[in-house]
């Protein structure tokens, strides 16, 4: 470059770099705050006082934000806004006041509508009912003991299985709903820094905080060992536990997905912007209904018939009557519903966004309250005959348990 060329270049950046620094003069004068992902938006302190040294577990349901502390049976209840939503004392099956050490880290299943728990003296992996709080183990020492301190917990809606990790350890390990190791990874080895606190997006990404260094990793686990996408966020501190939050209105009106993470030794969790369509918690992600009804057949040939009109959102009118050797099943109350795209399935039209209805709820059994069901419907295009899938699991007085491809009848997926 000639001398008069690196003068004008030399003029021409300093004129840039003076129109930059006005623009950022301007924006903070005027008070604009720009964020992208991976920013910080928000601190929310939470209601109830720790009751010890460490805040641990940290979740939203799709309605309310639950977080736990290290030591207390009790699962509490939150907003963004930091109100106090109230609290879940833990149970055991005979309705006596639990005393083990769930729940530290802690994952909603949007499958089941289950909360699963580690221990904060174990590395056992727990399920909680929210309808009624009763604690169930899933699995003893789930993942290999070290502190026996579970700080990473998350449930995958990919799969419909779990990634877990022991306190300020390399290995993380993938379990299945029933607590199996099905493999996992060394997590300093993709990272070059121990866990502390997992969370997964929609779309499968792992997102893997460490231990006090205030970092926060995005991971592919496509691949095996996970591939790492780069550093995500550095919120400062400790992300002991992780989850998918719920949307955040911006100052400037604009509306951004979120990733929630509690700190460690503090009494609060901070509020992360996130990619649109990366962490979208699985309740808010599909809305819409599904109609229709028809028949299968038991192993021993019993034809099993149902008529349904369910919506993706709990709280709308929902009906689910199922009908088989002279006993009669009525919804009463859907307690979780998961309206999911399965890639396998195209529901056809109208295109609705989704093919499966994944719910569990209460009924009356022949007339009788307190029976469950939980249940399974997809959607596969025209005709439902041979394609649809329906599956039934009902406990009351009465018992049934099938699943099947529709003999007559069809399910139909509706847009919201």
Avoid at 79 to 96: K, T, Y
Avoid at 166 to 174: K, L, P, S, Y
Avoid at 260 to 275: H, K, P, R, T
Avoid at 337 to 365: H, N
Wanted: glycine letters at 14%; a negative charge.
């Amino acid at each position: 470059m000639s001398p008069f060329s690196e003068r004008v270049a030399g003029r021409m950046g300093a004129s840039l770099a003076i129109l930059l620094g006005l623009m950022v003069a301007i924006m903070g004068f005027s008070g604009t705050t720009l964020s992208l992902p991976g920013d910080l938006l928000l601190t929310v302190y939470e209601p109830e006082p720790l009751v010890s040294c460490c805040g641990i577990g940290v979740e939203y349901d799709g309605s309310k934000i639950l977080y736990t502390h290290y030591g207390d049976n009790t699962i509490h209840f939150t907003d963004l806004s930091a109100v106090d939503l109230g609290q879940l004392p833990l149970i055991n099956p005979d309705s006596s006041p639990y005393t083990g050490d769930c729940c530290n880290a802690i994952a909603f299943n949007f499958g089941n509508g289950f909360l699963y728990g580690g221990g904060w003296g174990s590395t056992n992996l727990y399920k909680v009912d929210m309808s009624t709080g009763v604690v169930t183990l899933v699995m003893a020492t789930a993942v290999p003991l070290y502190y026996g301190f579970i700080d990473g917990l998350a449930w995958d809606p990919t799969t419909d299985t779990f990634w877990m990790s022991d306190d300020v350890q390399c290995n993380v390990e993938h379990l299945d709903v029933l607590g199996n190791d099905i493999g996992g990874f060394d997590g300093c080895t993709v990272t070059g820094y121990a866990n502390s606190g997992l969370a997964v997006g929609l779309d499968g990404t792992l997102f893997y905080g460490t231990d006090g260094n205030g970092l926060i990793f995005a991971l592919d686990t496509t691949t095996s060992p996970p591939t790492n996408l780069g550093q995500f966020a550095s919120p400062g501190g400790r992300d002991e536990d992780m989850s998918c939050g719920p949307e955040y209105t911006k100052p400037d009106g604009s509306v951004v997905e979120t990733l929630l993470s509690q700190d460690a030794y503090g009494n609060w969790f901070v509020v992360i912007e996130m990619e649109p369509g990366k962490c979208v918690s699985p309740a808010e992600a599909l809305k819409g209904r599904m109609t229709g009804g028809g028949s299968v057949f038991t192993p021993l040939g019993q034809r099993v018939t149902h008529g349904f009109e369910l919506h993706c959102d709990i709280s709308l009118p929902n009906n689910l009557e199922i009908n088989w050797g002279g006993n009669r099943f009525h919804l009463t109350q859907l307690n979780s519903a998961t309206c999911k795209d399965d890639p396998l399935i195209s529901e056809g039209q109208p295109v609705a966004g989704f093919d499966t209805f994944v719910g569990s709820g209460i009924g009356r059994l022949n007339g009788a309250g307190g029976a469950t069901i939980d249940f399974n419907l997809t959607d596969a295009g025209e005709p439902g005959k041979g394609a649809d899938l329906a599956t039934f699991s009902i406990n009351g007085g009465a018992t049934l348990a099938v699943s099947g491809l529709l003999d007559r009848g069809n399910h139909q997926a509706h847009p919201p």
